[in-house]
């Protein structure tokens, strides 16, 4: 069975450029999860999907970043402007159901850097 | 709202030496608790969890934790470990009440020297 995919692996873009990320959850997962890794720290949510409501997105700093996941499976999630401060390790995970319960299976993450 | 403390930044260690990554927790309402590791440029695979019953969970790789609900802790251990287990080691919480959301650690790096 196919994991999260996550594209691209490496992104480096000039400040106020805009990006996107692409997730590609496991087949038959209904929860969807961005978080943002920095450097020497643990994954912070930014946002959870139930299919393809948004439920939780009190992370996400809504002046720049924006996400969308299309028809509860496949999720985009896009920066713009991206800032210096942006860069670190954004990580895509599912889960079947339940956040805090239900293992949530990652993605390899796409490491953004912003010269 | 939960949180977690995680007591070791960096855990050298000697091949097949015993290991010990120490794991506390704050929080009013009663906790899920997860271990997950991170190899180098992958994402983060579970280890164990606990959810309930036992205190003592075995996961994968011959790790296995105590949930110990006095001290608020959920120790990793490992009695002999490879140099394969060179990787970053994540706890996290979480509950049915409240947020619904993990919160991890900040990581412990596990480095096992030949």
């Known amino acids: 069975e196919a994991g999260v995919v996550q594209s691209p692996r490496y992104k480096i873009i000039e400040k106020k450029q805009p990006v996107a990320f692409w997730c590609n959850p496991i087949s038959g997962h209904n929860t969807l999860y961005w978080y943002l890794q920095n450097l020497g720290q643990g994954p912070e949510l930014l946002i959870r999907y139930e299919n393809e409501e948004a439920v939780d997105d009190s992370q996400l700093p809504k002046d720049r970043f924006s996400a969308e996941r299309l028809k509860g499976v496949d999720s985009t999630l896009k920066i713009q402007p991206a800032e210096l401060g942006d860069s670190a390790v954004y990580l895509c995970?599912?889960?079947?159901?339940?956040?805090?319960?239900?293992?949530?299976?990652f993605g390899p993450g796409t490491r953004l850097t912003v010269l | 709202a939960q949180s977690v403390t995680q007591l070791d930044s960096q855990v050298p260690v000697f091949e097949e030496a015993p290991v010990e990554l120490r794991c506390n927790y704050s929080?009013?309402?009663?906790?899920?608790l997860f271990w997950y590791v991170q190899y180098p440029n992958q994402g983060l695979q579970l280890l164990l969890k606990y959810l309930s019953g036992s205190t003592l969970v075995k996961g994968i790789n011959g790790f296995e934790a105590e949930f110990n609900k006095s001290q608020t802790s959920f120790h990793l251990r490992k009695p002999s470990v490879h140099i394969s287990d060179t990787a970053e080691y994540f706890c996290?919480?979480?509950?049915?009440?409240?947020?619904?959301?993990?919160?991890f650690g900040q990581g412990t790096r596990l480095t096992i020297n030949p």
């Open positions: 995970a599912s889960s079947l159901g339940a956040p805090t319960r239900d293992t949530q299976y």
């Open positions: 929080s009013s309402v009663s906790v899920y």
């Open positions: 996290a919480v979480g509950s049915f009440q409240g947020a619904q959301k993990l919160v």
